[in-house]
Every structure is written in C-alpha cells, then in structure tokens.
C-alpha cells in the first residue's frame, strides 16, 4: 500500500546513468513482466516533522531519500567482462558505465550486493530509453506489490539480519518481512498493485518525454522480483529508486500524499547511514513537487517507517504513499500526480 513502496534537496549527485551489471544478465524484452512492495499498518512519527493520519505499512516490507555514492570498494575487472560487485564490503563498486538498449530486460545478478538476501528473483525489470534531450540519469520506477506468490515468501528486514524498529505488518522486533505483500483494495474495487502499475507507466512516459531513462521495475500485472530484488536492481541500474503506493490504513476519508522517512532507530546502520539524508531528501522533492500541483498532502508530508527498501538501499530511494483506498485514481488525477512527480525528480537533480 503505501509505503510502502522515502523540500530539502540531497547533496551531491554521483554516477548519473551509469551502474553495473554483468552482460549475461541483460537480455532483449520479448513480453511484458512486472511487480512491487506497498506500505502497512503501524507509524513512528518523525519528531522534526508534522505527524501525519496514521498509515498501514505493507506486508511486503511495510511500506513497503546525498546523492553521492561511495566507490572506495575494490574492483575486479576480467577481459571483455564488466567488473563484478564485491559483496563482503559496505558499498557496491562501482565499473565502467554500461550501455542499455532500448526495452532490454535486466535480471538480478546473483554477484550484486545484497542479491543474496532476495527469496523470489526469476523475473525482470525493463530499461526504457529517452529518445531525445537526453540527461544521462535512470529512474527506478516501482509499481508497488504484483507479485504472485509473494505474500507466501519472507526476507530479512535488514541486510545485517537485525530486527524492525518501528510496527507494522510486520511487527517492531520482527527480523524476517514478507516478501511483497498484495497491496490494499481500493473502494471501487481496483487493486493497489493496478493502480500502481497505471501510475507507473503515465510516470515512465513523462519521465521519457523530459529526457530522463526509465528502469521500470515492474512493467506488466506481475513481475516475480521481491522487495528486495527490486531494491538490489535499482542499486545497480538506476540513479535513484521511487515506490509507488497508496495507504491501506483503513481511514473513511481521502488523507493525502507523504513520503516514508527514515526512522531514527536505523541510521546508523549501514547502507542506511551512508544513503538516508538522500531518500529523505528525494521523498521531501517529491512532496514539494506534488505540493506545487495542488495535491493534497498528508500532515507535514512523511512519516517515519523502517521499510525493506530503505533498509537495503544505496541510491536515493523513496516510498511515496499518493493517497489512500478513498483516493481519486482516475488518469485525470493520475496524470496531475505523475506532473508533480517529475518536478520533483527534476528539482532533484537539478535538470
């Protein structure tokens, strides 16, 4: 649901459109795949910000933000190969760029930092390019939830198999999360995990139309990647990662737009204390761009959360709740959103 699925803006940008992967697992988009993580029940407010309506992280990862990146880890390099992460250090390192093509299916490599950590990873992410007015970054775009099978799987919430500080689904003290969780129903009927995806996809063509590249990490009605596969892909595809969600707290009324920030509990455990002043720095332009469009926007615009997908990110990285199940989610509404969003990203980055 939200996340679930973190306006100060980040400092420093590292590595715009460039992250490894190994060549074997990039291969051509034959048909469409898809899937993501949503927000659950449970809320630690931030204590320097306004605390927003209470919010249901997701099951998945209950909900389930400097942009610069630490490249100090040794590299590898073999002949006509590109170099390979070394999992036992802090941060991924980083090698020479690697060129995408256009709709190229993107596997998780087995080599990546924290891959081993993901319990269901068959699927795909797909990297769409700009044709035009290019600027060089990749954005992570994650439809929240749209994973069969997902509820039945578990991950560690914390790479160092460290339990939750905050509740939720998954309650406070919990070491293991469920792997992606369902998503809420809206009150017309529609699925989170629908809505998410047909956020993603008017998202990804603005984000086109602006210059930018797009890895969308779930591109069809499913995609078998779990919270944390989506989150490792990101991590070594794109510049920054942003999880689409909407609340399943249960509330009679529409309670707005907010970012899930990162809790206190968790920042000085790494990848986290290295990368949390970005999520937060993104998910606090994304609420400002939002803002500038006239959305409605939840108390001061986040709630602190321990998700999955912070926990294990070394992007800026960022769940983005959009509303709730009493939510307009027509493509009217969706479209002045995506318009919000992507001045965000663009504030953010600077172009």
Same mark, same amino acid.
């Given at each position: %649901?939200? =996340?679930?699925?973190? &306006? !100060? =803006?980040?400092? &420093? *940008?590292?590595?715009?459109?460039?992250?490894?992967?190994?060549?074997?697992?990039? @291969?051509?988009?034959?048909?469409?795949?898809?899937?993501?993580?949503?927000?659950? $029940?449970?809320?630690?407010?931030? *204590?320097?910000? $306004? #605390?927003?309506? #209470?919010?249901?992280?997701?099951?998945?990862?209950?909900?389930?933000? /400097?942009?610069? @990146?630490?490249?100090?880890?040794?590299?590898?390099?073999?002949?006509?190969? $590109?170099?390979?992460?070394?999992?036992?250090?802090?941060?991924?390192? #980083?090698?020479?760029?690697?060129? +995408?093509? /256009?709709?190229?299916?993107?596997? =998780?490599? &087995?080599?990546?930092?924290?891959?081993?950590?993901?319990?269901?990873?068959?699927?795909?992410?797909? %990297? +769409?390019?700009?044709s035009g007015n290019r600027k060089g970054i990749v954005v992570g775009v994650n439809a929240g939830h749209g994973t069969s099978g997902g509820s039945s799987a578990k991950t560690l919430c914390h790479p160092d198999g460290s339990a939750k500080t905050t509740g939720g689904s998954t309650a406070a003290g919990a070491t293991k999360a469920t792997a992606v969780s369902g998503g809420m129903t809206f009150n017309d009927g529609a699925t989170e995990s629908s809505v998410t995806l047909r956020m993603a996809e008017i998202l990804r063509d603005k984000l086109l139309a602006a210059g930018y590249d797009v890895l969308m990490v779930r591109d069809g009605s499913d995609v078998q990647l779990d919270n944390v596969a989506r989150t490792v892909i990101c991590n070594n595809v794109a510049d920054c990662h942003i999880s689409l969600h909407w609340d399943g707290d249960g509330l009679?009324?529409?309670?707005?737009?907010?970012?899930?920030? !990162?809790?206190?509990?968790?920042?000085? %455990?790494?990848?986290?204390?290295?990368?949390?002043?970005?999520?937060n720095a993104l998910g606090a332009s994304l609420v400002d761009g939002l803002r500038g469009q006239g959305c409605k926007i939840n108390g001061g615009g986040s709630m602190s959360i321990d998700l999955t997908q912070t926990s294990y990110s070394t992007i800026p990285s960022v769940d983005i709740e959009l509303g709730n199940a009493c939510s307009d989610h027509s493509d009217g509404t969706l479209n002045n959103q995506a318009e919000g969003l992507l001045q965000g990203i663009k504030n953010y980055f600077g172009k």
């Open positions: %649901m939200v =996340l679930a699925f973190a &306006g !100060v =803006l980040a400092v &420093g *940008l590292s590595s715009c459109g460039k992250k490894e992967v190994s060549s074997n697992h990039v @291969q051509s988009v034959t048909s469409e795949t898809g899937a993501e993580t949503s927000i659950s $029940e449970g809320e630690t407010p931030d *204590l320097s910000e $306004e #605390q927003p309506e #209470q919010v249901e992280l997701p099951e998945s990862e209950e909900v389930q933000g /400097d942009i610069s @990146q630490n490249t100090e880890d040794t590299q590898t390099q073999e002949p006509e190969q $590109e170099a390979t992460q070394d999992n036992s250090s802090q941060e991924p390192a #980083q090698s020479a760029p690697v060129s +995408y093509a /256009d709709r190229q299916e993107i596997y =998780l490599d &087995g080599s990546w930092q924290y891959a081993d950590h993901s319990a269901i990873h068959s699927g795909a992410a797909v %990297m +769409y390019k700009a009679s009324y529409d309670k707005g737009c907010f970012y899930i920030s !990162v809790p206190d509990g968790i920042k000085g %455990m790494e990848p986290v204390a290295s990368h949390w002043k970005q999520h």
